[in-house]
């Protein structure tokens, strides 16, 4: 069990748990980003579905492991705010470079690439989205993604390099139009309520497997819903939560989970995880600093952004906003934006003096109130910086 989960102390706690039928109905994994929490809970998803002789065999043929590795089974749901474009981005290379190659490791690369899209295609299920008026613009990205990945499913003979190419383009291309235009940051109440109903229903065969990612991203009414359900759970329905901030997590949830603590792992950890799974050489320490080198303008060029669009609002100038939106690439990934934002905030320490504190005050709760109208009102980036813009020159001109 969870041979693709490396150097984690929980994985051998989860398969102990498992094997003795003593596994709960809720658990939370808390750890840092990039631990493999995801990857542990699509994997205890799969070990519970299993039909094999020898339950949760990594290499088990059976049918509903094979639905598993591809991420297509009907037993699982998968919510939650995560920003899955570099990973794609990052498979998408692994799996082009086996192919051209003829790699030892190609089917794995092909999953790999598969299972990168779906993690972000699978938050989009109809069954999550039926009441909100946007299912039928997602609908038609679902549709180009699925279409697509049908033709590089690993039953079926890969095409051309070229034709492959023009193919993991298109789907990368499709991802990244899904998130920017529909990923939230908050899961929707109404997400919540969907899930409580899905539980409800009588499964065919195997358990329901609820996976709820950066749960202590939830706002008030949608963690009172998920306490709800975890207060009276389905039976038949394990509930997997996973958080990188255990301390933010409501009390009443933590007292209905059982918690499996992930660990940072150490740089040459890092180094043979990269190796195992992207199949990358020295040259990184970290896996997001990997992942983050496919990111279409680097952290330190948005840092480099943000510095120079608040060293100009303090000169009293007004900074463009689509020029803004254009050097940060139109900040297609919101991990951009996010990153533009706490350049801004990182810029506000040299204003921590009594005199000064105020200023910084109204800035913070400027920025906040930016994040939130393109998170939350969904705001165009540009619309929301032209706003922010007028905010902190009015802050500028009200402290000096």
């Known amino acids: 069990m969870f041979d693709n989960l490396l150097y984690q102390n929980a994985s051998s706690l989860l398969a102990h748990d498992i094997q003795s039928g003593k596994l709960p109905g809720a658990l939370l994994f808390a750890g840092p980003s990039s631990s493999g ?10 070990i519970l579905s299993c039909g094999g002789e020898q339950t949760g065999a990594w290499m088990c043929a059976c049918s509903s492991c094979r639905l598993s590795k591809e991420l297509i089974s009907q037993n699982m749901l998968l919510l939650g705010p995560r920003d899955c474009q570099s990973e794609i981005s990052a498979a998408k290379k692994t799996f082009l470079t086996a192919t051209y190659n003829n790699a030892p490791y190609l089917k794995a690369a092909q999953y790999l690439f598969i299972r990168s899209v779906r993690k972000l295609t699978l938050r989009f299920s109809p069954i999550l989205w039926e009441n909100d008026d946007k299912i039928s613009k997602i609908s038609p990205f679902l549709q180009a993604i699925d279409e697509k990945i049908d033709a590089i499913l690993p039953e079926k003979e890969l095409v051309e390099n070229d034709a492959l190419s023009e193919i993991c383009e298109d789907v ?14 908050s899961i929707p109440i109404s997400q919540i309520r969907a899930v409580s109903e899905w539980a409800r229903l009588t499964s065919a065969s195997g358990k329901k497997i609820i996976i709820i990612e950066n749960i202590e991203q939830m706002n008030e009414s949608g963690r009172n ?19 990188t901030r255990r301390g933010s997590v409501m009390q009443t949830i933590l007292s209905r989970v059982r918690t499996y603590t992930f660990s940072e792992r150490s740089v040459a950890q890092q180094k043979e995880v990269l190796s195992r799974v992207f199949h990358v050489g020295d040259g990184h320490d ?16 948005i ?17 463009v906003a689509a020029k803004v939106v254009k050097s940060c690439a139109d900040f297609e990934s919101k991990f951009l934006f996010k990153t533009f934002l706490v350049g801004l905030q990182d810029a506000l ?24 109208n393109v998170t939350v009102y969904n705001q165009s980036t540009a619309a929301a910086i032209e706003k922010l813009t007028r905010d902190l020159t009015v802050n500028r001109n009200m402290i000096f």
């Open 303 to 319: 840092h480099g952004v943000a510095k120079a669009y608040f060293d100009e609002i303090m000169a009293g100038k007004i900074p």
């Open 172 to 185: 990368a291309a499709q991802c990244r139009k899904l998130a920017s235009s529909f990923m939230y940051d």
């Open 349 to 372: 320490k040299n204003f921590s003096s009594p005199q000064t504190a105020e200023f910084a005050r109204r800035n913070v709760e400027s920025i906040r109130e930016c994040y939130n």
């Open 37 to 46: 929490k995801l990857t542990c809970a699509l994997e205890v998803a799969r």
């Open 225 to 243: 819903a998920l306490l709800k359900i975890l207060e009276e759970p389905p039976s038949g329905v394990v509930f997997i939560l996973t958080t």
């Open 286 to 301: 970290t896996v997001e600093s990997y992942l983050q080198t496919f990111l279409p303008v680097s952290c330190d060029e």
